[in-house]
């Protein structure tokens, strides 16, 4: 594919400043995989590799115009949706997807982080359900994710298939749950139809994974862009993530970001 096919992918996330999720770890994993990524800020949250420390929604007046702006000018081939703090940035983010529809959408259903922060309100947690799942072609829940929005325990593969039905019956029509915390790394696929496939990995033992979540979602949403189809971008992605935390680097006292450049030197 020439310089002027280069797929245009939007992400509508939050902002880490220490750079392995979020906003500008997404542009990282879009520039590996052969996208040009634009970006939507929703919140601004200050954390380094140790934690988060304090989180801050932008004015959802800033987001909505960035959003027009970005989408009345350049083609996006697909959206990923990270991050987004409040009910009031999702309610807007949802009125924004319906412009969207038809494309594909893919959302990182972020609830924490994995230092344990929240990193959205309970509201927001309602509309996340209610009004975004229904109109995205993915939803990327770890297990975690997945417990907090089926109600129900998921602590295995059979929890991690019925958590990825249960979302399809509230709406959504692809669920992949990822479980890189079992030791088999296995992440189940729900398609629409019916279908189920897992995707079995080995567990890499690294403290480089601050990120994954975000990295995942993106890469998914990169694969979709270049025209692939879903499982093809579920499996490459799931790659891409392995190769990413094999080859991180650790940056401060806490744990470090995956390395979403690895094949540059
Ligand atoms: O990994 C979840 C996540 C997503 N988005 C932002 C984050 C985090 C975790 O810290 O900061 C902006």
């Known amino acids: 594919m020439g310089p002027a096919n280069i797929p245009v992918v939007l992400t509508i996330a939050g902002f880490d400043p220490s750079s392995g999720a979020g906003i500008t770890g997404d542009l990282k994993t879009m520039a590996a995989l052969g996208c040009y990524g634009v970006a939507a800020i929703t919140a601004v949250t200050v954390q380094n590799t ?21 989408a009345e000018d350049a083609e996006i081939s697909a959206v990923k949706v990270g991050m987004l703090g409040t009910a009031v940035v999702a309610r807007k983010v949802a009125h924004f997807l319906e412009s969207q529809i038809g494309k594909p959408i ?13 990193l959205m309100d309970s509201e927001g947690l309602s509309v996340l359900r209610n009004e975004l799942l229904p109109r995205v072609t993915l939803i990327t829940p770890n297990m975690a994710e997945a417990q907090v929005m089926t109600g129900k325990p998921v602590h295995d593969l ?5 958590a990825a039905h249960e979302l399809q019956t509230l709406g959504a029509k692809n669920v992949v749950v990822t479980g890189g ?18 995707f ?23 694969g979709l862009a270049l025209g ?9 992605a799931k790659e891409f993530v392995r190769r990413a935390v094999e080859a991180g680097y650790p940056t401060g006292k806490g744990t470090g970001p995956l390395n979403h450049l690895f094949r540059l030197k």
């Open 50 to 70: 140790q934690g988060v420390i304090r989180v801050e929604t932008l004015p959802v007046e800033l987001l909505r115009d960035t959003l027009h702006a970005l």
């Open 228 to 236: 692939r189809d879903l499982k093809k971008s579920v499996s490459d």
């Open 200 to 222: 079995p990995g080995a567990r890499v033992e690294s403290n480089c994974t601050h990120g994954t979540g975000c990295a995942f979602s993106t890469a998914i949403a990169c």
């Open 181 to 198: 915390h079992l030791p088999e790394n296995v992440d189940v696929l729900a398609l629409e139809g019916g279908a189920t496939v897992d």
């Open 106 to 118: 893919i959302l990182d259903p972020v609830l924490r982080s994995s230092s344990g922060a929240d």
């Open 158 to 162: 059979a929890g991690m298939r019925s």
